[in-house]
C-alpha cells in the first residue's frame, strides 16, 4: 500500500511539474506580446516625432526648443528599444530552456521600463516648463505600460508598474511645479496619481484572471492529453469527457469487458502492387469508418495492429451491456465495409472475433511510458477467434459468452459446434454471426 501511494505521488508530482512547466512557457509568450508591443511603441512614437519634425518644424521648436531636445527624447526611446530587443531575447532564451524569469529580474524591467515615460516629462518639463509639460501628452504614456503589464499575468507586477507610474508622476509634480503647494493643483495631481495606481490595480486583477484561465486550459489539456495517452491511440472526445468527468481508475483491477478484434483479410497481397501512399490511404479510410462506428458504440481503440485493430466495450469504462454493443458495432462494421467496397477498386475483407469475460485492466508499461490495455485469457481468446475466420471463410465470430449475453438479440447466431483453438486444449463453441 506504502508503495503505491509512493508510485501515485510521484505520478501526481509528475502532473504538476508538466503543468508548471507548460503554464511558465505560456506566461513567457505572453511576455513576448508585450515585450514586442512595446518595442512597436516605440518605433510608432519615433515615426511620430519624425513626421512632426517634416511636416510642421515650428512644433518641435515650441515644444522641445529646437531639435537638440528632439535628439533627447530620440536618444531616449533608441534605448528603450534597445533595452526592449535585449529582453525579448532573454524570454526567448529562457523559453528555449524550459525555464522562467527572475522575479527581481521582472521587477527591475518593470521600473525601467515605467521610468522612461518620467525622463521624457523630465525632459519636456526642462522646454516647456512645469505646468505645460503636466498637462501635456506625456502623462498619458503611463496608461500605455499599464495596460500592456495585463500580458505579464501577475497580479503584483502590474500593481508594482501603476505604483511606479503613481509615485514618479506624483513626484516630479511636486519638485518642479512650485505652484501647487497649497493650490487646488496638489489635489488634481494626486487624484491622477491615485487613478493610475487604481489602473495599475485593476490591470493587475484582469492579469491574474486570464492567468486562471490559462492556468485552467492548461490543466484540463493536459488531463485529456493524459486520458488519451493513457488509454489507446484512439479515443473518443465523448469517452474522453466520460472520462475526465468520472475520473476512471488507472491502476490495475479486474473487469468483465468484451474485446474486440478487427483485421483485414488478404491486405498483405493487395498492398504489394499499390504505392505506399495508396497503401495508407486506404487503411486510413478504412480505419476512419470503423473506428467512428465504435465511437458511436461506446467502445475505444486500444491498440492498433498493423491493418487491424484490439477495440474494448466497458473498459476503461464500464458498461452493462458491453456485449450488445461489441456486436452491434461488428454487424455495422460488415456494412460498412460492403457500402465501401462498392466503391472502390481495391475491396478489404475484414474478420472480426468478439469474446466476453474478465480481463485485468490498468495502466501498464515503463516508468516513463505508461498505457493502459487489458491482460489475460479473454484477450488472448477474441485473437484466436478472429483467427478462426480464416478457417471458417466467414467474418464475424463470437464466443459462447457472448451469445449467452446477446439473449434473445443473438438468434440469428448460427452455432459452428465445438472448435478446437490453438493453445487451448479443450474445444469450445463458437458462432457466427452475419
Known amino acids: 500500500m506504502a508503495r503505491f501511494a509512493s508510485r501515485k505521488t510521484r505520478h501526481h508530482a509528475v502532473l504538476s511539474e508538466d503543468f508548471e512547466r507548460e503554464l511558465t512557457r505560456e506566461v513567457l509568450r505572453t511576455e513576448l506580446l508585450r515585450v514586442r508591443a512595446l518595442i512597436m511603441t516605440g518605433c510608432v512614437m519615433m515615426l511620430f516625432l519624425t513626421a512632426i519634425y517634416l511636416v510642421d518644424p515650428a512644433v518641435v521648436d515650441r515644444v522641445w526648443r529646437g531639435t537638440e531636445g528632439l535628439a533627447e527624447v530620440y536618444g531616449l526611446l533608441v ?3 534597445l533595452f526592449e530587443v535585449w529582453v525579448h531575447t532573454q524570454i526567448r532564451k529562457n523559453l ?31 522646454s516647456m516648463g512645469a505646468s505645460q509639460a503636466l498637462g501635456f501628452a506625456v502623462p498619458l504614456m503611463y496608461f500605455i505600460f499599464i495596460i500592456l503589464s495585463t500580458l505579464r499575468l501577475d497580479f503584483w507586477l502590474s500593481t508594482f508598474t501603476g505604483f511606479v507610474a ?22 488634481f495631481h494626486a487624484v491622477r496619481s491615485i487613478i493610475i495606481l487604481i489602473c495599475g490595480v485593476l490591470a493587475g486583477s484582469v492579469g491574474a484572471q486570464l492567468r486562471r484561465q490559462f492556468a485552467a486550459s492548461i490543466a484540463a489539456a493536459t488531463a485529456r492529453d493524459r486520458v488519451t495517452n493513457l488509454f489507446g ?15 476512471a481508475s488507472t491502476g490495475g483491477d479486474v473487469r468483465r469487458v468484451a474485446v474486440m478484434f478487427v483485421d483485414f483479410r488478404g491486405f498483405t497481397a493487395g498492398a504489394q502492387s499499390r504505392t505506399p501512399q495508396e497503401v495508407v490511404d486506404r487503411l486510413d479510410g478504412a480505419f476512419a469508418v470503423l473506428v467512428d462506428i465504435l465511437d458511436r458504440e461506446g467502445g475505444i481503440v486500444n491498440k492498433f495492429l498493423g491493418d487491424g485493430f484490439l477495440a474494448l466495450f466497458g473498459a476503461p469504462l464500464a458498461a452493462s451491456d458491453a456485449a450488445h454493443r461489441a456486436v ?21 475483407r475484414i474478420g472480426i472475433g468478439i469474446h466476453f469475460g474478465e480481463v485485468v485492466a490498468g495502466n501498464i508499461g515503463s516508468p516513463r511510458r505508461k498505457e493502459y490495455t487489458v491482460i489475460g485469457d479473454t484477450v488472448n481468446f477474441a485473437s484466436r477467434l478472429e483467427a478462426l475466420n480464416k478457417e471458417f471463410g466467414s467474418q464475424l465470430l463470437i464466443s459462447a459468452s457472448v451469445r449467452e449475453a446477446l439473449g434473445d438479440d443473438g438468434k440469428d447466431a448460427v452455432a459452428l459446434g465445438e472448435v478446437e483453438v490453438r493453445g487451448y486444449e479443450q474445444k469450445v463453441a463458437v458462432f457466427q454471426l452475419g
Open 233 to 247: 491511440q484512439h479515443v473518443s472526445p465523448q469517452v474522453v469527457e466520460r472520462l475526465m468527468a468520472s475520473g
Open 328 to 348: 452491434a458495432a461488428g454487424r455495422e462494421m460488415l456494412t460498412a465495409m460492403d457500402r465501401i467496397n462498392a466503391e472502390t477498386s481495391w475491396p478489404l
Open 79 to 81: 534605448g528603450f528599444i
Open 166 to 187: 503613481a509615485a514618479e508622476l506624483f513626484a516630479v509634480a511636486l519638485i518642479t511645479d512650485s505652484s501647487i503647494f497649497g493650490e487646488p493643483q496638489t489635489y
Open 96 to 126: 528555449r530552456l524550459d525555464r522562467d524569469l527572475p522575479v527581481v529580474r521582472r521587477y527591475i524591467g518593470a521600473l525601467i521600463e515605467t521610468s522612461v515615460p518620467t525622463v521624457i516629462l523630465i525632459l519636456q518639463i526642462r
